[in-house]
C-alpha cells in the first residue's frame, strides 16, 4: 500500500516559549481528529520482513543476525540523525558529532566498513569520508529501518564488515493505494534544542499510476547537556544547532508483472560543529532515483529487480561567514538482481553492482585530491532448505579504480567475498544458527590519497598509496527462541582482519594538529549480543539486554573508539483505555567506563540512562489510525560521554529531554 510524506513545520525564528508552541500545535492536530473515532478492533499484523537479505524473508526466518525496527518500535526512536535513531539497539552506537552528524557504528565497525543504503541502494553522500559529514537518509521518512550484520552483508560488498543499514522509504509507490489516496502526517516537539519536526506524506492512485509527495522539516536550537558540564547557570553545548527540510515527489507504474517507477528528492540541511565555534555546514544533496521489479517474467525466475540512484552532492564549511571548503560529490550506484528457483527447496540471487563517484575537495580542508571512483561487483548467493535444516552460500568479487587529479599514480585493487552460514530449527520455536565469512574490503581514496589538515577531527592525516585490500574472516554463533512466553537471542562473534587499515597516531604534531598516518596492521574483533524477553502476562513484557565488543590489533594496542560494554532492562506495557490503547514503557541500561584505549587516546567514565515513554494510540477504522505519545530521555540527567566521538569532550549527549508526538494516517 502506496502512501505519501510531506512536512509540516512551524517556524520557531519568533522563539516563543516551547510550551506555548506545542500547545497550540498539538491542539491544531487534535483539533482535526474525527469525531466518529471508535473502539479499535484487534489486526494480527503480518511478520516484519527483512528486505535486505538476499532472499526477502521474514524476521524469523533469517540465518544472519538481522534487528528491524518499524511501526512503534521505530516511533519510539526517531531522532533527528540515523545514528542517533539506533544508538541504544544492542550492538550498534553511533559517532556522535553534535546534533547534525551520527553515523552508525556495528560492533566497533565504522565509516566505510559499515554500509547505510536506501532501499538497497548506497546514500551517496561524504558521511564515510569523515564524521562531521551527515548522512543524507532521514529517519522521519523512514518506513523501516533494517541493520545487518555477518554474512548477509556480503550482498551489499564485502567492504560491509561491520554491518549494513538499510533504511526503507516511500519514495516510489509500489502499489496504488485502494481508496485511491493514503496520507500521514506527524509533529514532534523536544524540549533540550527546542525542536519542532514536522512531516506530511501522501499518495494518490488511479487505475496503474500512482505519485507520491513527501517531505519533513526541522529547527533545532543549541541542546542542553546534563549537570556538570559547563556554565552551571546555561549548559547548552555551543554551536550544537541543526535545522533542515527535505522533500521527494516519485511516480510509478504498478500492474500485475510488478512495477516501475522514479523519484526526485532534496535534502538540506544547516548544522554547527561543538568543536569548532565559528564552523557551521551547509548541506545540499539532489538525488534521482529509478526503481523496479517484474515478478515471474519467465519459468525458474521469480523476480528481476533493479535500483539505479544518480546523486549531485555538495558540502559547505562556513567559517566565520565565509566558505572556508566545498566538498562536491557526483555519483551513481546501480544494482540488478535476479531472484531464481533452480529447484524445490533451493533459490537464490544472482546480481551485478556499479558505483562511479566523482569526489572534489575544494579550499583550506581539501585534505585529499579530486578522486574518480570506479568499482563494479558480481555477487551470486543461494539457499537451501530441507527440513528443520536451512543453508545460505553466496561469492561475490569486487574491482576497483581510484585516479586521483594530481601526480600520484592511480590505484586498482580486487576483493574475493564468500560466505555460508546455516540454521536448524531443533525444537519448536528453537533455532541455532552459524555463519562464517572470508570478506574483502578495498582502500578508499582518503585511505590512499589523504595529505592535509583536518579541522573537524584536530588531525593532520596522510595517506598511503601502497594500501592493500583487508581481509576479514568472521565466525558467528547464534541461538534463538522466537516463540512462547520466554523468547531470546543471542551472538557471539569473532572476527580477524589481515591487513586491517587504521588511523595510526605518530604523537607528532602539524599546524598544531595531530599527526595521523594510515597504516594496516593485522587487528581482531570479539563480542556477544543479547536479549531475553519474557511475557509476564498479555499486557506486561520484561526485557534485559546486553552488548560488548573489544578491538585490538593483533598482540599490539587498543584501537581507538571502540564502544565501551552496555547491560540494561526494559519493561513494556499495554492498556485498552477508552477509544484507544494505552502502552508504556521504562528502559534502564548501564554503560560501563571505557579504560581499553588506545595510545594518546583517554578513557571515558560509566554512565546510568533512564528512558520513558507514554503512548495513546486508536483507529477510526482498519486503515486511518493515530497517537499521541510523551517521552523522555537521560531522565536522571547523568553526563554521558560518548565514547566513539572524535569530540566526546566537547560534546557530550543530551541531558534530561521531553518529546512529545502525534502521528496520523488516513
Known amino acids: 500500500m502506496l502512501c505519501y510524506n510531506v512536512v509540516l513545520y512551524a517556524d520557531v525564528g519568533t522563539r516563543m516559549p516551547l ?84 553515523r552508525p557504528i556495528i560492533r566497533g565497525f565504522d565509516g566505510p566498513r559499515v554500509r547505510v543504503l536506501n532501499d538497497g541502494v548506497d546514500t551517496l553522500d561524504a558521511a564515510s569520508v569523515s564524521p562531521d559529514h551527515a548522512v543524507t537518509s532521514d529517519p522521519f521518512g523512514a518506513r523501516q529501518i533494517e541493520i545487518l550484520r555477518g554474512p548477509a552483508t556480503l550482498l551489499y560488498g564485502g567492504g560491509a564488515i561491520g554491518g549494513v543499514v538499510n533504511v526503507i522509504d516511500s519514495r516510489i509507490p509500489t502499489a496504488v493505494p485502494s481508496r485511491g489516496y493514503q496520507a500521514e502526517t506527524g509533529l514532534q516537539f523536544s524540549s533540550s534544542a527546542e525542536e519542532i519536526a514536522g512531516f506530511l506524506g501522501f499518495t494518490v492512485g488511479h487505475g496503474n499510476v500512482a505519485a507520491r509527495l513527501e517531505g519533513t522539516v526541522r529547527n533545532a536550537e543549541d541542546y542542553y547537556t546534563a549537570k556538570g558540564f559547563g ?52 548541506m545540499r544533496s539532489q538525488r534521482l532515483d529509478v526503481r523496479g521489479e517484474v515478478r515471474e517474467p519467465f519459468a525458474g525466475v521469480e523476480k528481476i529487480r533493479f535500483r539505479l540512484a544518480n546523486v549531485w552532492y555538495e558540502h559547505q564549511e562556513v567559517e566565520d561567514g565565509a566558505i572556508a571548503t566545498t566538498f562536491n560529490n557526483h555519483a ?56 528443520p535444516f536451512h543453508i545460505e552460500g553466496g561469492l561475490r568479487y569486487d574491482w576497483q579504480h581510484i585516479r586521483p587529479s594530481n601526480d600520484q599514480p592511480s590505484r586498482g585493487h580486487d576483493g574475493f567475498s564468500a560466505s555460508i552460514s546455516g540454521t536448524w530449527d531443533f525444537a519448536p520455536g528453537y533455532a541455532a544458527t552459524i555463519g562464517f565469512s572470508r570478506s574483502q574490503r578495498l582502500p578508499t581514496a582518503e585511505e590512499l590519497f589523504a595529505n592535509g589538515a583536518h579541522v573537524a577531527t584536530g588531525q593532520f592525516e596522510i595517506g598511503d598509496v601502497n594500501l592493500r585490500a583487508e581481509t576479514s574472516y568472521n565466525l558467528e554463533l547464534g541461538l534463538r527462541k522466537k516463540t512462547g512466553a520466554l523468547q531470546f537471542g543471542v551472538s557471539v562473534y569473532r572476527n580477524v582482519v589481515k591487513d586491517f587499515i587504521f588511523q595510526f597516531d605518530t604523537g607528532e604534531t602539524r599546524d598544531d594538529r595531530r599527526v595521523i598516518n594510515f597504516r594496516q596492521a593485522d587487528a581482531e574483533f570479539y563480542g556477544l549480543e543479547a536479549d531475553v524477553k519474557y511475557a509476564v502476562n498479555d499486557n506486561i513484557d520484561v526485557s534485559v ?58 578513557g571515558t567514565p560509566g554512565y546510568n540512562m ?57
Not at 546555561?234 to 504498478?254: E, K, L
Not at 566523482?358 to 551470486?380: H, Q, Y
Not at 477510526?620 to 505519545?629: G, L
Open 231 to 282: 556554565d552551571p547557570l546555561s549548559r547548552r553545548v555551543p554551536n550544537s544547532f541543526n535545522n533542515g527540510w527535505n522533500f521527494s515527489a516519485g511516480t510509478s507504474w504498478v500492474a500485475d508483472w510488478g512495477y516501475v517507477g522514479a523519484a526526485y528528492s532534496e535534502h538540506r540541511t544547516q548544522y554547527g560543529l561543538p568543536n569548532e565555534a565559528t564552523v557551521l555546514i551547509n
Open 610 to 666: 533512564l528512558n520513558v515513554g507514554v503512548a495513546w494510540s486508536g483507529q477510526f477504522n482498519p486503515i486511518n489510525t493515530w497517537q499521541v505519545y510523551l517521552r523522555a530521555n537521560n531522565l536522571l540527567n547523568e553526563r554521558a560521554i560518548a565514547h566513539t566521538s572524535f569530540i566526546k569532550d566537547a560534546a557530550p549527549l543530551p541531558g534530561i529531554n521531553l518529546t512529545l508526538g502525534t502521528r496520523f494516517t488516513f
Open 332 to 387: 551513481f550506484d546501480g544494482r540488478l538482481e535476479v531472484v531464481h528457483r533452480l529447484f524445490d527447496g533451493l533459490r537464490g540471487v544472482a546480481g551485478v553492482q556499479a558505483l562511479r563517484r566523482d569526489f572534489t575537495p575544494i579550499g583550506e580542508e581539501a585534505f585529499l585530491p579530486p578522486t574518480l571512483t570506479r568499482s563494479f561487483g558480481v555477487f551470486l548467493i543461494e539457499r537451501y532448505s530441507i527440513g
Open 19 to 102: 510550551i506555548r508552541k506545542m500547545i497550540l500545535a498539538t491542539a491544531g492536530v487534535l483539533v482535526a481528529l474525527p469525531s466518529s473515532a471508535q473502539t479499535p478492533t484487534t489486526i494480527t499484523l503480518p511478520p516484519l520482513e527483512v528486505t535486505g537479505v538476499p532472499l526477502s524473508r521474514s524476521i524469523d526466518d533469517v540465518a544472519a543476525p538481522a534487528t528491524v525496527l518499524a511501526g512503534p518500535s521505530l516511533d519510539q526512536r526517531r531522532a533527528a540523525t540515523l545514528g542517533e535513531t539506533l544508538r541504544d539497539l544492542p550492538g550498534v552506537t553511533s559517532t556522535h558529532f553534535g546534533a547534525g552528524a551520527s
Open 545 to 602: 539486554f546486553g552488548d560488548y565488543v573489544r578491538g585490538r590489533l593483533t598482540g599490539g594496542d587498543n584501537l581507538p573508539r571502540i564502544p565501551p560494554g552496555r547491560l540494561g532492562a526494559r519493561v513494556d506495557a499495554r492498556h485498552e483505555l477508552g477509544a484507544g490503547n494505552l502502552s508504556g514503557f521504562v528502559q534502564f541500561y548501564h554503560v560501563f567506563g571505557q579504560s581499553d584505549v588506545a595510545s594518546f587516546e583517554s
